[in-house]
């Protein structure tokens, strides 16, 4: 069996910053919108979840699926979209929910996405940056947490299927 992922954010930290970020969104928005969170399976749901619940007002909520990771760690560089959204978004307050941006790929791919669907405003929120890994320019509005280079698992981020249940953000393997 092997050893359990180093604790990297524990589960008051990201149960805290996930309020901060909903807040945040909120307070920016026109208090009577309805914000459409859009969240990129499978990575995001968990975080997606929290968001949601923790947004004050009405929030409707939709999925995407993307894949653009072989079994491996590292991204093949395509990005496809597997599952499209099920709603219209056309003038719609859309905030993408995404768990962790790195090389900016499948942000980059699901923003552009989005925006041919024209909503009325997009904003994106993500809960880790990896900047070091960038290799194409995204906007994010809102961050979590901003981390190294790491691999890291837990709050829905998995390795080959596994992990995700932990409910702390942890760090896998050599990267520790």
Do not use: W
């Not at 942000?107 to 929120?125: E, F, G, K, N, Y």
């Amino acid at each position: 069996m092997p050893e359990p992922p180093d604790v990297l954010i524990d589960q008051a930290r990201l149960s805290a910053r996930v309020r901060e970020l909903a807040s945040g969104v909120r307070a920016d928005s026109d208090p009577d919108a309805v914000l459409h969170v859009v969240a990129a399976l499978k990575g995001a749901f968990i975080f997606m979840a929290d968001f949601v619940r923790a947004v004050p007002g009405p929030v409707t909520c939709d999925f995407l699926a993307v894949s653009s990771y072989a079994a491996g760690r590292e991204t093949s560089g395509e990005v496809r979209i597997t599952k499209d959204l099920d709603a219209a978004i056309d003038g719609r307050d859309v905030v993408v929910v995404e768990d962790i941006v790195d090389t900016g790929l499948t942000l980059a791919t699901i923003q552009a996405h989005v925006r041919s669907r024209q909503p009325a405003r997009l904003r994106t929120v993500c809960l880790l940056d990896k900047p070091a890994r960038r290799r194409v320019a995204v906007t994010i509005d809102y961050v979590g947490f901003t981390i190294d280079d790491r691999f890291v698992v837990g709050y829905g981020l998995d390795a080959a299927e596994r992990y995700r249940n932990l409910p702390y953000v942890g760090v896998l393997g050599a990267d520790r």
